[in-house]
């Protein structure tokens, strides 16, 4: 996401995250003026970004990787937002651009708003569909599922969107969200609130995951999707940059077992760059971070240790499949890996 | 210490500790015209620095309570440095001065350098002695022995001090200096050699650690309290505040184990002031904390936890015994204890 989520916001009172203002959805009637169809969309992300990596995961294990291409932008913003320097001739080799605002400028002339990831452009026109983060995911898993592969998950039951939803929207709220709220507190009294609903939550979720293997249900859900990328940047930048420290994740048993669980298997870990996260983060908000300095820990070398989850029981996959390999060209380079 | 430790410093290329520029000693024989006196000297601290907290502890080991007595400074300094505003009066009861620059002032007129903990001030004159953080505690352990309680510890043995010298030597550059080089670092390149060089002694230190219960010879020495004051403050403000975030403390077994050790023998957790310790990192470094927010963690109740070092041996008083309790006007109230 990072919509104004760098300095701007930054000198508020108390942190709020903007609503997403492209709201419109990609389904599989195109009642919104955009129908699911192969090859017509590009999904554009930051690997640094919790929210757009939510859309990297749910797309790999959806097998949605030859229906909706990739542009993975620049970890470091700068004042005209995410950028394809990442790219030759730093410009995106489909979009023909050399930043996501071009994508907003050709859907909403003037647009006053922030550029965010996770964006799904429309490649035909160059126009932004969505930077709806919330719903994004969900259209992946319930609309596009026809594109899905063979043997992928059901990511959004239909039994279990109560459940789900209930469970999402705390995570959301004192995870997910609260991380931020405490990162980017101007005040004493705002960054504790936040801090506390932080660890109140975690310890809470560390319960709940004691005997069961996921969040809702016996299998991969989008809660566990939404939940796992909160916790694999949590010991990297929350812990630390976000003043999130009262415990690291690897300092609570239960959930730095499911958080590794989630991270060795396939769709997971493997779309994560930890070079992204921490050169994002702490590059890109001085304001709590003036000198820009990459912190050289943490030791990483733990996600690859064994979790024995397994004798949870659970069924990842349900009746599917795990993914097969990541694209070529979509490996997380080896600085970005544990 | 914190001569310059705050923002002054921070603007240059490199950290560069100053070197204390009054050098008087206090000895028993008076030669520098300080004799070992009790009642004549103050001793001025302040509990959330490193250096000025090796003399709290040597002097409560030493049993120099009585005779040397005890000024706290408050945490936060301000652009006139260390100030008694947790004294009556914001004024030492019994040096009678608002800030310690004024003993500094009295000493030398026009001194152009910073102000720094810890200091001894000549309570007649009024005049600082001096402020050789280094010299200091060895002083108290070699020269004040007349003055020593029944039971002291020789915290500086004869026959260990060329392996001390050596040992603190290394635990100086890389340890009690090389956090603060890591977290003043204004360029990545700086940074990076000051943090591996912190892990890799720490390291090193764990290793030597694994068989003994103490650093050098079988007893608490001079070289174990200036290891200890560095590692107490390592998980609540070095591993965040000052970057050296590989691993925190707690996440290294032997260390972790010897720190508590040291932390539950008295004369040492007895004198740490957590509450003083994160107020002033975090509050005074405004360039590396603009928001001046101090972080809720760590969770400090571990450091109460059973360590087990007792089966490596060791005697920790050597021939001597433990210190009695702590005066009653000097414990430390319960905002900064675990």
Request: glycine share 10%; hydrophobic share 35%.
């Amino acid at each position: 996401m990072s919509v104004g989520e760098g300095n701007e916001q930054y000198g508020r009172k108390a942190f709020k995250r903007s609503k997403s203002h492209f709201t419109d959805r990609i389904t599989a009637d195109g009642r919104d003026g955009w129908p699911v169809e192969a090859g017509r969309y590009r999904l554009v992300v930051s690997r640094a970004c919790p929210w757009a990596s939510r859309a990297v995961i749910s797309r790999r294990l959806l097998g949605l990787e030859g229906a909706l291409s990739l542009a993975v932008a620049d970890p470091i913003q700068d004042d005209r937002s995410w950028r394809f320097t990442l790219d030759p001739d730093d410009r995106d080799p489909v979009l023909g651009i050399r930043f996501l605002k071009e994508a907003y400028d050709a859907r909403e002339s003037e647009y006053p708003g922030g550029v965010s990831v996770p964006a799904i452009v429309d490649v035909p026109s160059g126009e932004l569909v969505t930077n709806d983060y919330q719903r994004l995911t969900l259209d992946l898993a319930t609309e596009w599922t026809n594109l899905h592969r063979a043997g992928a998950p059901d990511l959004y039951p239909a039994g279990l969107r109560d459940e789900m939803d209930a469970v999402m929207a705390e995570v959301y709220e004192d995870v997910n969200n609260g991380v931020y709220r405490a990162g980017f507190a101007t005040g004493q009294e705002e960054y504790e609130e936040a801090c506390d609903a932080v660890f109140r939550r975690l310890q809470a979720l560390s319960k709940r995951l004691t005997r069961r293997r996921y969040l809702v249900g016996d299998t991969i859900t989008e809660a566990d999707i939404r939940l796992f990328t909160t916790l694999v940047r949590f010991d990297p930048v929350y812990h630390g940059h976000f003043k999130c420290n009262r415990w690291k994740l690897a300092e609570d048993r239960v959930l730095w077992a499911y958080a590794r669980d989630l991270f060795q298997t396939p769709g997971f870990g493997d779309t994560v760059d930890f070079d992204h996260i921490k050169r994002h983060y702490y590059r890109v908000h001085t304001g709590i971070n003036p000198t820009g300095i990459v912190p050289l820990g943490p030791d990483l070398s733990g996600w690859l240790t064994p979790h024995q989850r397994e004798e949870l029981g659970g069924r990842p996959f349900g009746d599917g499949t795990p993914p097969g390999p990541v694209p070529a060209a979509e490996v997380v380079p080896p600085q970005g890996r544990p």
